[in-house]
């Protein structure tokens, strides 16, 4: 795939920063975060230019296409029925669903992306759905959310990244910790009223922090899709996160026909690995 023609193909609406709505103003628990208003306009635009021979669905012919000298990994779905294909020696992703093959301009981190195809926003048509992989590292492991839909003959590529929904996990997720007792209590903003979950916490250092957004999680659970997060916890004998005590909130994301989100009511448990995408 030619990397001109995914900036011809697609919209790409990155959502970081682009809050509507935030805890504390209106509906905490089911705030709504949109895409910037002029993803639909940018949508309209890249229709009117288009030319008919040049439709999304069709596959450039194999000489037209960039060769790789790099690796090039298959990512399947659950049900095996769709996957993403990310060449490394060009830089490029692309969705391959049956004969159709979409451009899609994601990230391309280590641990490499998720999709799934349903009708998530209930329109009767189906989506695509990819966790994509940000970043990894020691202890860091960040994911972002885009969406595929079909709009008349084109795609439009909808993306909330790692920063969007830490901004999210900010306003709605704070803890307190008894040095004394060593119980930490993490409390979650949530529609009907905080939730609190409280925890013993095993050693002799004393906590000074926690840091939340070096984990974020985009998975998908039966035909649903969630974030989670894990709390970094930063003791007095070095600076660096553990996670072997770690409290992991999360909540399921719901997608609007527009490709708005809405983030539900926040659950947590004991962090027994952050969901891989």
Not at 207 to 221: A, H, P
Not at 239 to 245: H, K, N, R, V
Not at 250 to 269: K, L, M, P
């Amino acid at each position: 795939m030619k990397k001109c023609n995914e900036k011809m193909l697609f919209a790409s609406a990155v959502a970081a920063g682009a809050l509507m709505s935030i805890a504390g103003c209106g509906d905490p628990a089911a705030s709504v975060y949109g895409p910037p208003p002029q993803m639909e306009e940018d949508v309209n635009d890249i229709e009117t230019e288009m030319p008919e021979e040049e439709a999304v669905t069709d596959v450039a012919p194999e000489e037209e296409q960039e060769s790789s000298d790099g690796e090039v990994y298959t990512y399947y779905s659950d049900d095996e029925k769709v996957s993403i294909v990310q060449d490394y020696g060009t830089d490029t992703s692309a969705i391959v669903d049956g004969d159709v093959e979409i451009p899609v301009d994601i990230a391309m981190g280590a641990y490499g992306p998720r999709i799934m195809k349903c009708d998530i926003d209930g329109d009767g048509e189906d989506e695509y759905v990819i966790s994509e992989c940000e970043g990894t590292g020691t202890g860091f492991s960040v994911r972002g959310l885009c969406i595929v839909e079909k709009v008349g003959d084109e795609y439009r590529l909808t993306k909330y990244d790692g920063n969007y929904f830490a901004k999210i996990i900010a306003d709605r997720i704070s803890y307190s910790y008894d040095s004394e007792s060593r119980i930490l209590t993490v409390s979650i903003i949530n529609e009907d009223g905080p939730l609190v979950y409280v925890e013993g916490l095993d050693g002799e250092d004393d906590l000074e922090d926690i840091v939340w957004t070096d984990q974020i999680g985009i998975y998908f659970e039966d035909g649903k899709v969630y974030m989670s997060t894990a709390s970094g916890l930063i003791f007095a004998d070095h600076g660096w996160p553990e996670y072997e005590q770690a409290v992991e909130p999360y909540a399921q994301i719901i997608i609007n026909t527009d490709s708005s989100i809405e983030v539900g009511a926040f659950s947590a448990r004991p962090d027994d690995g952050l969901k891989d995408g």
